[in-house]
C-alpha cells in the first residue's frame, strides 16, 4: 500500500512536536510487536492524542496506525483527502456494521487499528465507561489489544479550554504502551471490555502518579480532581459525595465507573455491568487540519 500521504503527515507532526519542545516520555517499546494485525485501544484526553498515538509505534516500528474515524471528517474538504489518504476507516452511524467489517478485514491484513472506545474527551480527563467494539473487533479477526495511554496531552489542546500553543512548549506528555492481550482472553465482549478498561485504567493510574503535578500557583484545571486537582469530579465521585462531605482523598488506585457503592466488587465486575455488548467502537478524529470534538457514532 503506497503511503503518500500519511509519511509527510507524519513529518509534520513530528516537527511540531519537536517546535513545541514537548517532553514525550515513552515507555513500553517491547509491547509493540514488529507484524502482524491489533487493535490499539486509546485513552481520549486531547485533539492532539490523534497525533500522539501514532508515536511510539512509529519510532519504534516504522509502523502506521489505521484510526476509526466519524465518517463526516472524511467528507470534509479540509480533513477528507488527510483522512482517505492516511488510509483511515470512516464509521458511518447508518451503516456501523460496513464500518467494523473494514476494520476487520484492515486486522486480518496486519494492520494496526486504532480505537478510542470513550468516543470523546471528558473533562474529568479520567476514563469513561468502554465501548465493546474493541474487544469484538480483536476477537473477530483473532488479534490481539494494545492498550496505550496518554497522559498530559490536555495541557497543550483540548476540549473547553483556549488554545495557547506557546503556554504548551516544554509540556511533558507520557505515552506507555501496554502488553498486548490475546483474542482468547476477549471472547465475551462484556467481560473481554471490562478487562480492557481494568488493563487501561491501571496504566492510566500508574501515569497519573509519575507525571510531575503543578507546582504551587500553577493552573491545575488539567489534574483529575481525586488527584487533587481542579477538573471536574468524574461523575462516580460527584454521586458520592454529599455537599456537606469532606472532599475525597486522592487514591492510589483508578476507580472504575460506577464504584460509588458500598459494597465493592472486584474492577472486572463493576465495568463488566457498564459495556453494553451490542455497542461497537468509536473511532478517532483527525486533528491534522482543524481539531474538533471526537464522537463516533457506533459502528455496529
Known sequence: MAEYVYRPVISVALGLFRALDLKLDVRGRENIPATGGAVVLINHISYLDF?????????????????????????????????????HIPVDRAAGAGSLKVAIEALRAG???????????????????FKS???????????PVIPLVIWGSQRIMTKGQ???????????????????????????????????????SKLLDEDQHRYPPPAPGEPDWWQPAHLGGSAPPRPQD???TRPDDPAPAASTAHPLPDQASPERASPVQVAAKQVPAEQAPA????????????TTPPAA
Open 238 to 240: 460527584a454521586a458520592s
Open 283 to 294: 473511532g478517532a478524529e483527525s486533528t491534522a487540519a482543524a481539531p474538533t470534538e471526537q
Open 51 to 87: 497525533a500522539l498515538a501514532g508515536v511510539p509505534f512509529w519510532r519504534e516500528r516504522k509502523r502506521m496506525v489505521r484510526f476509526m474515524a466519524k465518517k463526516p471528517t472524511f467528507e470534509s474538504k479540509v480533513t477528507g483527502p488527510l483522512m482517505r489518504g492516511m488510509h
Open 162 to 200: 483556549p488554545r495557547n500553543l506557546r503556554k504548551a512548549r516544554h509540556t511533558p506528555v507520557s505515552l506507555t504502551v501496554g502488553a498486548p492481550i490475546p483474542p482468547a482472553e476477549l471472547a465475551d465482549p462484556a467481560a473481554g471490555t471490562a478487562l480492557l478498561f481494568d488493563a487501561m
Open 133 to 143: 467494539g474493541a474487544a469484538r473487533m480483536a476477537r473477530e479477526a483473532d488479534v
Open 111 to 129: 494492520e494496526l487499528v486504532g480505537v478510542f472506545p470513550e468516543a470523546t474527551i471528558h473533562p474529568h480527563y479520567c476514563l469513561a465507561p
